[in-house]
T-cell receptor, first 112, second 113 residues
Framework: TQLLEQSPQFLSIQEGENLTVYCNSSSVFSSLQWYRQEPGEGPVLLVT?????EVKKLKRLTFQFGDARKDSSLHITAAQPGDTGLYLC????????????FGQGTILTVHP | DTAVSQTPKYLVTQMGNDKSIKCEQN?????MYWYKQDSKKFLKIMFS???????INETVPNRFSPKSPDKAHLNLHINSLELGDSAVYFC????????????FGNGTRLTVT
């Protein structure tokens, strides 16, 4: 079973700080997705990265796919309380055709 | 319009009972899924159906039986509920199987007492 190691598991920061969440694996993936989940709701897709070395920006969020397509990071600049939530990475490909493998998630709390 | 809707939102029941969760998607997607999210927020796939055909069946007790009457619906029936079945169950859909992004419902919180 291929694993996605996501870190940190918990992150509690003040408004205005920057943060980075990491998603690592020993497997090569065809693509990687990042989701955000708020309490009482399902995960919502933020971005999909496909090409090794790819960088995508979504306002204050920057997503990067590693050159070898084994890892990814999510960087948030000047975090706001509205960024609070559970962030999940999910990878496709490798030995798990047809399904996404999810990381354990990072619970982010941004204090005003 | 809700894209992926599942009912009920909350389900509280006793051990040994049988219960069902329903899911419908209006996105025209070919593939639907059931995921289980445990108390540590870990999401694990249970089943996947593509055009009503079972594609993925992870190591799930056979007390769990999915049914897809058409490609817009995927229901989950659970027999003889156990305490360990308590979790949040998410239905999801994607345009095609493989790496398509998932559209999730808002989950069904199942509590077995």
């Amino acid at each position: 079973t291929q694993l996605l190691e996501q870190s940190p598991q918990f992150l509690s920061i003040q408004e205005g700080e920057n943060l980075t969440v990491y998603c690592n694996s020993s497997s090569v993936f065809s693509s990687l997705q990042w989701y955000r989940q708020e309490p009482g709701e399902g995960p919502v897709l933020l971005v999909t990265v496909v090409t090794g070395g790819e960088v995508k920006k979504l306002k204050r969020l920057t997503f990067q796919f590693g050159d070898a397509r084994k890892d990814s990071s999510l960087h948030i600049t000047a975090a706001q309380p509205g960024d609070t939530g559970l962030y999940l990475c999910a990878a496709a490909g490798g030995t798990s055709y047809g399904k996404l493998t999810f990381g354990q998630g990072t619970i982010l709390t941004v204090h005003p | 319009d809700t894209a992926v809707s599942q009912t009920p939102k909350y389900l509280v029941t006793q051990m040994g009972n049988d219960k069902s969760i329903k899911c419908e998607q209006n996105l025209g997607h070919d593939t639907m899924y059931w995921y289980k999210q445990d108390s540590k927020k870990f999401l694990k796939i249970m089943f996947s159906y593509n055009n009503k055909e079972l594609i993925i069946n992870e190591t799930v007790p056979n007390r769990f039986s999915p049914k897809s009457p058409d490609k817009a619906h995927l229901n989950l029936h659970i027999n003889s509920l156990e305490l360990g079945d308590s979790a949040v169950y998410f239905c999801a859909s994607s345009q095609v199987i493989s790496a398509s992004p998932l559209h999730f419902g808002n989950g069904t919180r199942l509590t077995v007492t």
